[in-house]
T-cell receptor, first 113, second 110 residues
Framework: SQTIHQWPATLVQPVGSPLSLECTVE??????LYWYRQAAGRGLQLLFY??????ISSEVPQNLSASRPQDRQFILSSKKLLLSDSGFYLC????????????FGSGTRLTVV | GDSVTQMEGPVTLSEEAFLTINCTYT??????LFWYVQYPGEGLQLLLKATKADDKGSNKGFEATYRKETTSFHLEKGSVQVSDSAVYFC?????????FGPGTRLSVLP
């Protein structure tokens, strides 16, 4: 079966520290992969998406970067966190054409202090 | 550009009340439409979907009908339960990506 793993579930980091969030997908090949951020009480903001290894599209210029070193691995990083980076980060994947929808991971709640 | 609009929340209902959460989308192309649900502290789960006009998606007592003439995909449930308390997101696909509405928080009181 197809599953998506995202970790850690919760993270508290000081301002200026680096960040690495990892997402892996099982049971599918060549998925489209996505990173979303959800700030407190707000909607979803698409940060990055990837249609293949090494292919990253950035939707919003910011303090974050993404990488896809393997087909089913998607990493969200930052060299120096800002307070405004706090939020709920969601990884998602999709395959195929229209109508298939996204499958989301369980999310990482990041608090920058 | 393409967008999805949802009714502003929060919505507070008593148990067994009828629920409607309105959703409209911009009519570029022929999108597939989705409702996602986010329970407290969790990621989003696909609730239901419809891929063409007049299709009705349904799951867990929730329903939504793809109305091309009104560009709408309103979510309905005849009798809500406390366990339905969550944030509901309407979405449409757009190329490789999706466009989500801002979400509507539903609170159901016993």
């Amino acid at each position: 079966s197809q599953t998506i793993h995202q970790w850690p579930a919760t993270l508290v980091q000081p301002v200026g520290s680096p960040l690495s969030l990892e997402c892996t997908v099982e049971g599918t090949s060549n998925p489209n992969l996505y990173w979303y951020r959800q700030a407190a009480g707000r909607g979803l903001q698409l940060l990055f998406y990837s249609v293949g290894i090494g292919q990253i599209s950035s939707e919003v210029p910011q303090n974050l970067s993404a990488s896809r070193p393997q087909d089913r691995q998607f990493i969200l990083s930052s060299k120096k966190l800002l307070l405004s980076d706090s939020g709920f980060y969601l990884c998602a994947w999709s395959v195929g054409g229209q109508g298939n929808g996204y499958t989301f991971g369980s999310g990482t709640r990041l608090t920058v202090v | 550009g393409d967008s999805v609009t949802q009714m502003e929340g929060p919505v507070t209902l008593s148990e067994e009340a009828f629920l409607t959460i309105n959703c409209t989308y911009t009519a570029t192309g022929y999108p597939s439409l989705f409702w996602y649900v986010q329970y407290p502290g969790e990621g989003l789960q696909l609730l239901l979907k419809a891929t063409k006009a007049d299709d009705k998606g349904s799951n867990k007592g929730f329903e939504a009908t793809y109305r091309k003439e009104t560009t709408s995909f309103h979510l309905e449930k005849g009798s809500v339960q406390v366990s339905d308390s969550a944030v509901y997101f309407c979405a449409r696909d757009y190329g490789q990506n999706f466009v989500f509405g801002p979400g509507t928080r539903l609170s159901v009181l016993p």
